[in-house]
């Protein structure tokens, strides 16, 4: 096995073992959706129409809950170290980090996403709209915020200030996210319009985040 699968293997026991994030996340995102309703109301309608945009709160703050144990174990045990003198360029050791991050954590959401909106009255149509949306869209949550987890990496406590970091630049992804959705059953704005946004941001994040996050990480190394 190559490194980088050798790397992605570990990272994915990481995030699935007993308190590694992945179960937490999926945990969360469950509690965060099942309790929304709760506070709408019994108006089923209302529920149906704000239904995307719980889902994708849901996945955002699910993912930002694992994101500060991103590279927090490797400067725990030593392994930052050893990564930041290796062979493998610090880019590819992100992407690879950030890919098994998504597959052990943001992936499980998009898979719950059809149940949950079910438990919200949304139609078919937005369902699999939204679920499409969460699949092209929560990749660049995790890879913004590898940015802030490489950040905030030196500090023991930083989880708040990566949210602080990254929430701002997940606006964008979360606009766009939600309008596809959104536009799929009821909106006039044609789906493919804000669908191909939100794809164009996940390609640039997903160019932008190894970089921005290697590039800390070597400061943070400093």
Do not use: Y
């Amino acid at each position: 096995m190559s490194a980088r699968g050798s790397l992605f293997v570990r990272e994915m026991k990481l995030a699935t073992r007993v308190g590694g994030g992945a179960l937490m996340g999926a945990l969360f995102f469950l509690i965060v959706v099942t309790v929304v309703p709760f506070g709408v109301g019994p108006d089923l309608n209302l529920l149906a129409r704000i239904g995307p945009a719980i889902l994708w709160i849901g996945a955002l703050l699910a993912t930002l809950l694992s994101l500060d144990r991103l590279f927090q174990v490797d400067r725990d045990d030593g392994g930052l170290d050893l990564i930041l003198m290796g062979e493998t360029p610090l880019e590819l050791v992100v992407l690879v980090k950030c890919l098994a991050h998504w597959t052990a954590t943001g992936l499980p959401l998009v898979v719950a996403s059809p149940l949950l909106a079910v438990f919200m009255n949304m139609e078919p149509l937005a369902i699999g709209a939204t679920s499409l949306t969460l699949l092209v869209g929560t990749p660049a949550l995790t890879f913004v915020g590898a940015i802030g987890a490489a950040l905030t990496v030196s500090l023991r406590r930083g989880g708040l200030l990566l949210a602080i970091l990254v929430l701002p630049l997940t606006v964008p992804v979360m606009i766009f996210g939600v309008s596809a959705a959104t536009a799929a059953v009821q909106d006039p704005v044609p789906f493919a319009t804000p669908f191909s946004i939100l794809a164009a941001l996940g390609l640039f994040s997903m160019v932008l985040g190894p970089i921005a996050g290697a590039a800390a990480l070597r400061f943070a190394g400093d």
